[in-house]
């Protein structure tokens, strides 16, 4: 198991450099500079400026350089926000944002997996169909439509959450935009789950169970959750990717202060460093959460237990 | 003695009928098809049952809220600009949008998968690895920085989503591709002294075309919502072109003045959704006879 993990974890060196240098020469490809704005600097200025950062060296020249200071846990300064460099920038924003993914992400999970049990134990009962009227809603309302009619129903007119904003320590900041980023990844879990259940309880074993006089409860929880669960498991990988780019427009809507915004806006920037950076965390998270999939994963199905 | 073949006196079936002939029974799904049919012909050719432009200003008429009593019948954006006009603009350019970016999609991994599964082998195992790791990737930073490349351009960076969004197509049309390799009935068209274009005309493609159809249907709306999303963020279309993304957008910035300039295209926008995905599920359901 731990050979396993480390030699994950090893592979995903490649993956994540492979990564780091398409971005890079994608983004210096783009027409345009960080220091190109709507006042125009004096050409010497601008050559103070590109020499300071290195700019004025070959691409190539400083793709090294940048890789250099990756290897000691540098990612860089930051080209717009003058007097941070991206990693304290990275370091403000990623507790915020990381805390409103996990809660949305366990919720999406716990809820998830509950409504899709009891909708594949009530099958085409008034529960089952407003667990699949939910399921269709979470994919076809987007989150840019469902954050601002909640505010304006929940902020504006009944005036019980803050439309948006953040402080530091206090949750009722979170709930809208939790709500928010929860539902598409709860619907589709929720979803999955009620399929693999009712599939699972049609199987022999389950019947097994039944015959031997075992509570519903145990059967569900003791024999049938377990199988049930490998689909919604696998799903999580792409739901975290979910989650993370609903973040950008629901940390933008509720004006939290994670890191969305420097994506979208280093890229319009040109701010080479910063969205290079983003790129990195991002990528790692995800290459992280699919490890951890797949660990599960076996711990849940013993014919997918992973051989290394 | 009148002989006839069995064959003609039963009602004719086959995957095509029954499928047509269970989605025609799913009340939900024929509802969603009407209503996207009505929702494209109002793109169309709603626009010019309005006497408004898109982009002309109407100074008397600024954050109307909507009404049969004038000619704004949506009402009209803080600059005076009419909603009705723009909304289905703007609906048009997000189908369009959808429609092309599936179109690239359905293409490149049609082609994709069928190699992988055709050839099969080492050259299989390779291109599935390809897809493998790409798929572990954040592809919407890809996808924002091609933005920034592609820039203004919108059906070029349509172009591009399609062209990364085609790794489950790659999948889907793989797994059939090798499952239909296998099958006898390939065997026995060959043993028949069917050629190789008539074997993949007649057989493979009627095959492999049920999943795809179904998967085409759910991806116009990723696309759609998709592009929402970029234009919501300032990356898509830009002024004075509008997309139900950009139109949302400053409704949102607007709600408690003017809450209907939030309402109109995110209830368009939603209905859109909810009826590609009801009638992607719902052929689904009709085209794959095990769940009947």
Not at chain 1, 187 to 203: D, G, H, K, Y
Request: charged letters at 15%.
């Amino acid at each position: 198991m731990l050979r396993y993990f480390i030699l994950r974890l090893l592979a995903a060196v490649p993956t994540l450099l492979a990564i780091v240098t398409i971005s890079f020469f994608l983004i210096h490809a783009v027409p345009g500079g960080p220091f190109d704005q709507e006042q125009t600097l004096s050409t010497q200025v601008t050559r103070n400026l590109d020499a300071e950062y290195g700019l004025n060296q070959p691409v190539w020249v400083q793709y090294t350089r940048y890789l250099a200071g990756l290897m000691h846990g540098d990612f860089g300064p930051s080209f717009r926000y003058q007097d941070f460099s991206v990693g304290e920038l990275i370091r403000q924003g990623l507790p915020v944002s990381m805390t409103l993914g996990a809660i949305a992400m366990s919720l999406a999970l716990l809820a998830g997996v509950g409504i899709g049990i009891a909708a594949a134990l009530h099958r085409q009962r008034l529960l089952d169909h407003a667990a699949i009227a939910l399921a269709i809603a979470g994919v076809a309302i987007p989150s840019f439509v469902l954050l601002p009619a909640l505010d304006l129903f929940f902020g504006v007119y009944l005036r019980w959450l803050p439309v948006a904003g953040w402080e530091p320590g206090s949750p009722r900041y979170f709930v809208l935009p939790v709500i928010t980023l929860c539902l598409p990844p709860l619907a589709f879990i929720a979803r999955l789950t009620r399929a693999s259940m009712i599939e699972v309880m049609q199987s022999g074993y389950v019947r097994t169970a039944f015959a031997k006089g075992l509570p519903l409860r145990t059967i569900v929880l003791r024999h049938a959750l377990r199988p049930a669960l490998v689909p919604v498991v696998s799903y999580l990988a792409p739901a975290v990717a979910m989650t993370m780019t609903g973040s950008l427009v629901v940390e933008k809507i509720a004006g939290l202060p994670g890191i969305g915004r420097y994506l979208v806006q280093g890229a319009l920037n040109r701010d080479y460093t910063l969205v290079l950076g983003m790129v990195i965390v991002y990528s790692a998270l995800l290459i992280l959460m699919g490890l951890l999939v797949d660990l599960t994963l076996g711990a849940l199905d013993p014919r997918v237990r992973l051989a290394g | 003695m009148n002989l006839r073949d069995p064959a003609e006196e039963a009602p004719r079936a086959g995957l095509w009928r029954d499928a047509g002939r269970r989605l025609r029974g799913s009340r939900a799904a024929m509802l969603a098809l009407a209503v996207i049919v009505f929702l494209v012909l109002l793109a169309l050719f709603g626009p010019y049952l309005n006497p408004n432009h898109f982009d002309t200003i109407d100074w008397s008429c600024i954050a109307m809220p909507p009404g049969l009593r004038h000619a704004h019948w949506w009402g009209t954006d803080r600059l005076g600009r009419d909603l009705f006009v723009r909304t289905l603009q703007g609906t048009r350019i997000s189908l369009a949008v959808g429609v092309i970016a599936t179109t690239v999609s359905l293409i490149v991994g049609i082609t994709y998968g069928a190699i992988a599964g055709f050839v099969g082998g080492r050259v299989d195992q390779l291109m599935m690895r390809l897809i493998e790791v790409l798929s572990g990737l954040p592809l919407i930073f890809f996808v924002i920085l091609l933005t920034v490349v592609f820039g203004r351009s919108v059906y070029l960076l349509f172009m591009a989503i399609g062209a990364i969004g085609w790794l489950t197509m790659a999948r889907i049309v793989r797994g059939q591709a090798m499952v239909i390799r296998g099958r006898e009935f390939i065997e026995a068209a060959a043993a028949a002294g069917a050629g190789p274009g008539r074997i993949i005309f007649r057989h493979v493609v009627p095959n492999i075309i049920g999943p795809v159809i179904v998967y085409a249907t759910l991806t116009v709306p990723q696309i759609i919502l998709f592009e929402s999303f970029l234009s919501f963020l300032g990356l898509g279309i830009q002024e004075p072109q509008a997309s139900l993304g950009t139109l949302i957008a400053s409704g949102a910035a607007q709600m408690q003045s003017a809450p209907w300039m939030l309402l109109v295209p995110g209830v368009i926008l939603a209905v859109l959704l909810v009826c590609f995905n009801v009638l992607g599920d719902a052929l689904r359901d009709a085209l794959d006879p095990r769940d009947a």
